[in-house]
């Protein structure tokens, strides 16, 4: 392996400071760091992973700018399916993973690399994501994996970076923090049980804000374009719903759900702006679409969800399935208006050109417009006519 090259996906977390160590001074590989950025960093922070990456001994480093293409190519396609895995989890982390993979591994073409690397270990999902992405979109660039193939601890880790000059404190890495445009992921010991809650600690963004507010919301064909009156990109309108509605510590669960190597998993989450989105997006369009589009739209948005959970973003079906919910969202304009409380919101309210609640043809419980009652009572004697069939058939039967 000596003096060949290997690009490194590197967050800066401790299971990648290890895997650059390891790589460089146990392997001899000329290792080239590369970070994919998908929201979770600011520009300081950016530099911060670079410098960091160069003291650890890294021949180079990139930075790999991400965010748009991951809207673009995922999340609004998430927020238009309202994708929420087992009714909980917007796919934070598993949503991007395929695309900072996606990245690293056309980094790995385009510098030469011999080989490409990743931390994720033999027990999650992440290295089935990394993965598939390599080989498909790399297939002749050897994948390394140094914390899968020796199955170290974390503690393992901490004691090997100790033994070459780094010291991380186990104080420091006992929770797993991965964030991004979509959230936040929490994993620490709390997570490997099924009962234990984590701390308020482990979240990174604390409770600052106890007085209620309203937050306007508003959307064209789908797509978040403004908060509050003001106009902003979609990227940048969840920003800075994200900036606004933490400080209230919504958005934190914990998910529990089927991994794609067949075990059962729960992660922390904490994703303020993402579900406060689907909701305040779902809560339009139950205004402006019919119960057949809402229907379907689900179906199709289940399936959406789980394979790019499973890394699956390659396989075409996917484009088929946006082709679909993207048609869905021609009627899904308009402001939706939302209460925010410490760690929850209300849905107080929408308003839409679209809105089917039109009072010209009746007010739900109150008054009828578009119709007779000799018009219901008909409908409702033919309404009956299958389930009277039936019940008439097997009575005679009996």
């Not at 719903?241 to 059962?264: L, M, N, P």
Request: hydrophobic residues 40%; glycine residues 8%; aromatic residues 10%.
């Amino acid at each position: 392996m000596k003096n060949k090259k290997v690009v490194l996906a590197f967050s800066g977390g401790l299971d990648t400071t290890y895997c650059l160590k390891y790589l460089k001074q146990e392997k001899g590989l000329e290792v080239h760091t590369a970070l994919v950025n998908t929201g979770g960093f600011s520009p300081a922070e950016l530099e911060q992973v670079h410098q960091r990456a160069l003291e650890l001994g890294a021949n180079s480093h990139k930075n790999l700018e991400q965010t748009e293409v991951f809207y673009q190519q995922a999340v609004k396609y998430l927020v238009f399916g309202n994708v929420l895995k087992n009714n909980t989890y917007p796919l934070s982390v598993s949503a991007e993973r395929i695309f900072q993979a996606m990245a690293i591994a056309e980094y790995a073409q385009k510098i030469g690399a011999d080989y490409v690397a990743h931390g994720s270990t033999g027990a999650g999902n992440d290295q089935v994501r990394f993965d598939l992405a390599f080989q498909i979109i790399a297939p002749n660039v050897e994948i390394l994996t140094p914390i899968r193939d020796q199955q170290l601890s974390r503690q393992a880790e901490i004691d090997f970076l100790k033994e070459h000059g780094v010291n991380i404190s186990w104080e420091k890495a006992q929770y797993s923090i991965n964030k991004g445009l979509w959230g936040t992921s929490v994993g620490g010991a709390e997570t490997l049980t099924s009962h234990l809650p984590l701390p308020e600690e482990a979240f990174p963004s604390q409770l600052s804000e106890t007085t209620p507010s309203q937050i306007s919301l508003k959307f064209e064909k789908g797509e978040i374009i403004g908060v509050n009156g003001k106009t902003l990109d979609p990227v940048e309108s969840i920003k800075k719903i994200e900036a606004i509605a933490s400080k209230y510590a919504i958005g934190r669960d914990v998910h529990v759900g089927d991994t794609i190597i067949g075990i059962k998993g729960r992660v922390g989450f904490e994703a303020a702006a993402p579900l406060l989105l689907i909701k305040a997006h779902q809560a339009l369009e139950k205004h402006v679409l019919t119960k057949w589009q809402m229907y379907w739209k689900e179906q199709l948005a289940n399936w959406y969800g789980m394979l790019l959970h499973e890394g699956q973003f390659l396989e075409p079906v996917l484009r088929d399935i946006e082709k679909f919910l993207e048609s869905s969202q021609q009627q899904v304009s308009g402001n939706v208006y939302v209460e925010l409380h410490p760690y929850r919101f209300l849905i107080q309210g929408i308003k839409s050109d679209h809105d089917m609640m039109n009072s010209k043809f009746g007010d739900y419980g109150e008054q009828n417009k578009a119709w007779s009652g000799e018009d219901v009572k008909g409908f409702t004697k033919i309404l009956a006519n299958s389930t009277k069939i039936f019940s008439n058939v097997n009575d005679m039967e009996s």
